[in-house]
């Protein structure tokens, strides 16, 4: 059992397991209050690292007190020296003055958590249209080096006019903040990207390729459809292309080549079914 502290199991449910490489650092959530430390109560989600099995580290916590102050939604590296997770706290760090959901990233041997959802001048974003308390899915790269995710903030960088939800990437300490999701010569994307708020963007290992659906029309596919879209160029591949389909949350293999997702149409035609589809992007 992963979810356990000193005298057993959680007290209460434990949720959203992400995992190393080799698979012997794990990062979760949990409502349990007897895993690490610092937690009083079972009413709020909290984020841990275990590493190498052994006891749960508590990493939604106070900068200050070392208390837990709530998180959720963790993503990992391959090496498991790196995750990010969400939350809206305001003292996991020092200085967050926005009173937002924040994307935070934990690193092994660093002391304090780093906020990374800042904007291209590094400053605190704005609410733009979304709830305080959005839980918002990051995604960091497998080597590390950057961070994927959704927010409707307009200030994240100059020009960003539509009031929509976009997506942005940033290297893994909050600088060089790119918008992604947009039309042909920079254009504002005409529709949420992804759908889902706050939803999970699947990233390649080196950080190349991102994978999302998207409510737009403009960036190159039917509404709620997926892309497959370099983060270096800016080109966009679409994945799936129909006005039928309704698809999930995509994920993307380690190179970009491939691509899985839930979609509503049946895309094999050798089943009658919809389901789960893997596709070829050539996308390497």
């Not at 610092?38 to 916590?61: C, H, K, M, W």
């Not at 020296?81 to 706290?89: C, E, R």
């Not at 009031?163 to 940033?170: E, M, P, S, V």
């Not at 029309?217 to 309704?246: D, E, F």
Request: hydrophobic residues 35%.
């Amino acid at each position: 059992m992963v979810s356990r502290g000193a005298g057993g199991g959680g007290n209460a449910d434990s949720f959203e397991p992400a995992i190393s490489g080799d698979g012997s650092v794990i990062a979760f959530s949990s409502y349990a209050s007897n895993l690490a430390p610092g937690v009083e109560g079972v009413s709020t989600v909290n984020v841990y690292v275990v590493d190498a099995f052994g006891p749960a580290q508590l990493i939604s916590r106070d900068y200050k007190t070392k208390k837990a102050v709530g998180g959720s939604a963790p993503s990992i590296s391959e090496a498991g020296n790196k995750v990010v997770f969400s939350s809206f706290a305001y003292t996991l760090v020092e200085n967050d003055n926005n009173n937002l959901w924040d994307i935070f990233l934990w690193q092994r041997g660093m002391p304090q958590l780093r906020k990374i959802s800042l904007t291209a001048s590094g400053a605190d974003r704005d609410q733009g249209t979304e709830s305080a308390s959005r839980i918002v899915n990051a995604s960091i790269s497998g080597d590390g080096r950057s961070v994927v995710y959704s927010t409707t903030a307009t200030n994240m960088v100059p020009g960003d006019n539509n009031k929509l939800q976009d997506i942005f990437i940033c290297h893994a300490d909050g600088s060089g903040v790119q918008r992604l999701s947009v039309g042909a010569g920079n254009k504002d994307a005409d529709g949420d990207s992804p759908v889902e708020q706050g939803g999970k963007i699947g990233i390649s290992y080196d950080g190349t390729w991102v994978t999302y659906n998207t409510a737009a029309t403009n960036l190159g596919v039917a509404k709620g459809n997926i892309i497959l879209q370099n983060t270096r160029t800016g080109k966009i591949i679409p994945v799936t292309n129909s006005i039928y389909n309704t698809t999930g949350r995509p994920m993307v293999s380690r190179t970009g080549a491939y691509v899985v997702a839930g979609c509503s149409e049946k895309l094999d035609t050798r089943f009658v079914s919809s389901g789960i589809f893997e596709f070829f992007t050539g996308g390497r």
